[in-house]
């Protein structure tokens, strides 16, 4: 089992920035695919950003380079740096980790384990 705790987000103005941060329960984090999906009220939960061990990284095309997936392994540690936020990008924010395939990293149905989520609100 691994337990996936977010903190982050909140409220801001549309052009602002937000940092999430994820905290995993288990020393073997650095073996998983750690990703963040959002989740808008009446739509379907959607990819945002993968990250494996070596640090490649994959994003929706909708992230337009404002947002920034890392990880820290020895800390067992994922963010999302989220830039020029618009007010599409509100949402309930989720991490999760996949002991899946790389090349798996977009599915949602991929993934194992999953944070409680975190509301991002942009205000225009």
């Known amino acids: 089992q691994v337990q996936l705790v977010q903190s982050g987000g909140g409220l801001v103005q549309a052009g602002g920035s937000l940092r999430l941060s994820c905290i995993a329960s288990?020393?073997?984090?650095?073996?998983?695919?750690m990703g963040w999906f959002r989740q808008a009220p009446g739509k379907e939960r959607e990819f945002v950003a993968a990250?494996?061990?070596?640090?490649?990284?994959k994003y929706a095309d909708s992230d337009e380079g404002r947002f920034t997936i890392s990880r820290d392994n020895a800390k067992s540690t994922l963010y999302l740096q989220m830039n020029n936020l618009k007010p599409d990008d509100t949402a309930v924010y989720y991490c999760?980790?996949?002991?899946?395939?790389?090349?798996?990293?977009?599915?949602?149905?991929?993934?194992?384990?999953w944070g409680q989520g975190t509301q991002v609100t942009v205000s225009s």
């Open positions: 999760a980790a996949s002991a899946s395939a790389w090349s798996r990293a977009r599915n949602s149905a991929q993934y194992d384990y």
């Open positions: 288990r020393r073997t984090f650095g073996t998983y695919v």
């Open positions: 990250i494996n061990w070596p640090g490649d990284t």
